[in-house]
């Protein structure tokens, strides 16, 4: 992209200038990989203290039948520390094609914000990834609403301790709790490849990815080709 990220500590904002920054499109772009079809927009955002930076939303429409997934992809979530503690995780989490019948495509979105607006280089890809996170889940959240079935990235964080940590199995907040795509078994790495010809990087103890991304989807039902379902 044309921008270059600069450190959060030196852009400050007064409640004005957020109601009419926040969220604003700066760029739109409409680019073509593998036949595919999908648009780019880098998003100004300012958050809760004042703070403003750009990220980059991608989104594109494929059909179910060009998302890889299984039960295989699952399998490395059974070494996280929290396996077993979140009802919108493995075990728990419901198969890709148990959960999303009906569907007949999905509008895939992932959202890249880069990590040379964190500070603190200890907590920068966490600090990162929940930005990315909630950004994403507002926006499936909406498309919720509006009758559409999503998932999104990473754990469910609707509710601060999950049921099943206290022995319930019987989620709190079902209306917010939105399943990951890998949770679901889908490969997240080559839907991204492949939607947006993007290779996905992950930070090391001796590494820090320029990006973070949040992956998720909404999924359209027969007879609906995506128009309006999202940024409309």
Same mark, same amino acid.
């Given at each position: 992209?044309?921008? +270059?990220?600069?450190?959060?500590?030196?852009?400050?904002?007064?409640?004005?200038?957020?109601?009419?920054?926040?969220?604003?499109?700066?760029?739109?772009?409409?680019?073509?990989? $593998?036949? +595919?079809?999908?648009?780019?927009?880098?998003?100004?955002?300012?958050?809760?203290?004042?703070?403003?930076?750009?990220?980059?939303?991608?989104?594109?429409?494929?059909?179910?039948?060009?998302?890889?997934?299984?039960?295989?992809?699952?399998?490395? !979530?059974?070494?996280?520390?929290?396996?077993?503690?979140?009802?919108?995780?493995?075990?728990?989490?419901?198969?890709?094609?148990?959960?999303?019948?009906?569907?007949?495509?999905?509008?895939?979105?992932?959202?890249?914000?880069?990590?040379?607006?964190?500070?603190?280089?200890?907590?920068?890809?966490?600090?990162?990834?929940?930005?990315?996170?909630?950004?994403?889940?507002?926006?499936?959240?909406? +498309?919720?609403?509006?009758?559409?079935? #999503?998932?999104?990235?990473?754990? !469910?964080?609707?509710?601060? #301790?999950?049921?099943?940590?206290?022995?319930? +199995?019987?989620?709190?907040?079902?209306?917010?709790?939105?399943?990951?795509?890998?949770?679901?078994?889908?490969?997240?790495?080559?839907?991204?490849?492949?939607?947006?010809?993007?290779?996905?990087?992950?930070?090391?103890?001796?590494?820090?990815?320029?990006? #973070?991304?949040?992956?998720?989807?909404?999924?359209?039902?027969?007879? $609906?080709?995506?128009?309006?379902?999202?940024?409309?």
């Amino acid at each position: 992209m044309a921008y +270059q990220p600069q450190q959060r500590k030196n852009q400050k904002h007064t409640n004005d200038d957020q109601k009419h920054t926040s969220n604003q499109k700066h760029t739109s772009d409409q680019k073509h990989t $593998n036949d +595919q079809k999908w648009n780019v927009d880098v998003i100004e955002h300012v958050d809760a203290t004042g703070s403003m930076l750009l990220y980059e939303r991608y989104e594109g429409i494929v059909t179910l039948a060009d998302i890889n997934h299984g039960d295989r992809y699952k399998v490395p !979530c059974e070494g996280c520390p929290k396996y077993g503690k979140n009802l919108s995780c493995p075990p728990y989490s419901p198969s890709f094609l148990h959960y999303i019948q009906g569907a007949h495509a999905a509008r895939v979105i992932c959202l890249r914000v880069p990590t040379g607006y964190f500070e603190f280089i200890e907590e920068r890809y966490r600090s990162c990834f929940r930005m990315a996170r909630d950004l994403l889940v507002n926006d499936l959240l909406k +498309q919720r609403e509006a009758g559409y079935l #999503v998932a999104g990235s990473g754990a !469910c964080s609707a509710c601060k #301790v999950c049921a099943v940590e206290e022995g319930d +199995q019987s989620c709190k907040k079902p209306m917010e709790r939105i399943y990951s795509l890998e949770s679901l078994g889908v490969n997240v790495i080559s839907l991204v490849k492949r939607c947006f010809d993007i290779d996905l990087a992950w930070s090391g103890t001796d590494y820090i990815a320029d990006f #973070v991304s949040a992956v998720g989807a909404v999924f359209l039902p027969q007879g $609906n080709t995506g128009a309006g379902a999202i940024g409309q």
